[in-house]
């Protein structure tokens, strides 16, 4: 699976709202903001803690060490913090769209639309918070309302590069990559970043311009050469280019710099099977489940390594868990179909290519005209 790497909209408070700290609290704040801005986040932690035992009134502190918690991906302390934020003070905007993020990263979409209609609603035209929005529509696969936030947001801000590389990122799902490219341009023609050159690289990759997205991931692992999610697209892009020894050597490396990161196992396992190591393969496919028992992917191609070594039961077994993940998926409907053709479960096997067809295979056509006549 390729990956894409989200740009958020955050904001950080620096403004006294209502009511600020004490004079020691605010300096603490204030530390704590300039470290976090460098990237220092267990630093600025440490600021925003001793601001808030000076003052634990302090609502602005609280909101900034949940920015901190979000960045550290502690995402359920990040949202803790912005509630107490709320609690104390429920009148600032920012407050709710900064909560917002913490719901998506916590796959809570349907309550982060709702804190950025809050949002909106205490701050008419706040472009960060149709920006968040537009990014939770876009996790909700609502593409047409993301697109349509994220315009809104670059109304109200046109130098908002995160709404700009959003909302090529929703034109992407709905495959209109030339649009996404166009987006994607502007976002890095306002701020270059390694994310932008990653979204970028992925469309060109869906566009078969595999010249320009392989620039564009270099480019990416330039800008930040610890970027797990880069080396992981270009290693797809090598697979699919056919050269498995590189596209092996970018998966190890994104591994090597993220252990949990269960897309770059599955794909990794791909490069193993398609050079016949299907042991290895496995294994991977096997880790790629323990860190994410719902990806079903991985569940279909473990399931296709254990039908190239005649072990049908098992890979039945993995084909029959890949359709409970993801009921409609043709390509696993028109695996198990070979497989329970293999066992003599002919009438089973032709309905399953039967639903492969009709959920867009078309591959599994020419089995019904040969095995199911």
Same mark, same amino acid.
């Given at each position: ?130 920006? &968040? $929005? *537009?990014? @939770?529509?876009?996790?909700?696969? +609502? %593409?047409? =309302?993301?697109?349509? /936030?994220?315009? !809104?947001?670059? #109304? ?42 990653? &979204? $970028? *690289?992925? @469309?060109?990759?869906?566009?078969? +311009? %595999?010249? =320009?997205?392989?620039? /564009?991931?270099? !480019?990416?692992? #330039? ?86 070594m005649d072990e049908n039961e098992l890979a039945l077994n993995d084909y ?54």
């Amino acid at each position: 699976m390729k990956t894409i790497l989200r740009a958020l909209c955050l904001l950080f408070l620096l403004v006294c709202i209502n009511r600020c700290g004490n004079i020691q609290s605010v300096s603490y704040n204030t530390s704590g903001l300039s470290k976090m801005n460098k990237g220092k986040y267990l630093e600025a932690l440490n600021d925003f803690n001793k601001a808030l035992e000076l003052d634990p009134e302090y609502v602005l502190a609280y909101n900034n060490r949940g920015l901190t918690f979000y960045y550290l991906n502690r995402f359920t302390e990040a949202l803790s913090e912005f509630n107490i934020s709320i609690s104390k003070n429920p009148k600032i905007p920012e407050v709710y769209s900064n909560r917002a993020l913490a719901r998506i990263s916590l796959e809570q979409y349907q309550e982060a639309i709702e804190d950025c209609n809050t949002s909106l609603e205490l701050k008419p035209g706040y472009a960060n918070a149709y920006c &968040n $929005r *537009g990014l @939770a529509r876009y996790h909700s696969k +609502e %593409f047409q =309302k993301s697109v349509a /936030d994220l315009t !809104r947001a670059i #109304e109200f801000d046109p130098d908002l590069s995160e709404a700009w590389n959003n909302r090529g990122l929703s034109y992407s799902s709905l495959k209109k990559y030339d649009k996404a490219i166009a987006d994607f341009n502007h976002a890095l023609e306002l701020q270059q970043s390694a994310g932008g050159y990653n &979204n $970028r *690289g992925l @469309a060109y990759h869906e566009l078969e +311009e %595999f010249d =320009k997205a392989i620039a /564009d991931y270099d !480019r990416a692992i #330039e800008a930040d050469t610890n970027f797990a999610q880069a080396y992981c697209n270009r290693g797809m892009l090598h697979s699919d280019l056919e050269d498995y020894q590189a596209a092996y050597n970018d998966y190890t490396k994104a591994i090597a710099l993220d252990s949990n990161f269960a897309d770059a196992y599955c794909n990794r396992g791909l490069a193993f099977y398609y050079n016949d190591e299907l042991e290895d393969a496995i294994e991977d496919y096997t880790i790629a489940i323990e860190l994410k028992p719902t990806f079903s992917t991985a569940f279909c191609n473990r399931g296709l390594a254990y039908d190239d070594m005649d072990e049908n039961e098992l890979a039945l077994n993995d084909y029959n868990t890949a359709l409970r993940l993801a009921p409609n998926d043709g390509v696993t409907l028109n695996n198990r179909a070979f497989v329970k053709h293999e066992l003599g479960q002919t009438t089973q096997a032709c309905e399953d290519w039967k639903n492969a067809v009709k959920h867009g295979y078309k591959k599994s056509e020419e089995a019904l005209k040969l095995y199911c006549k």
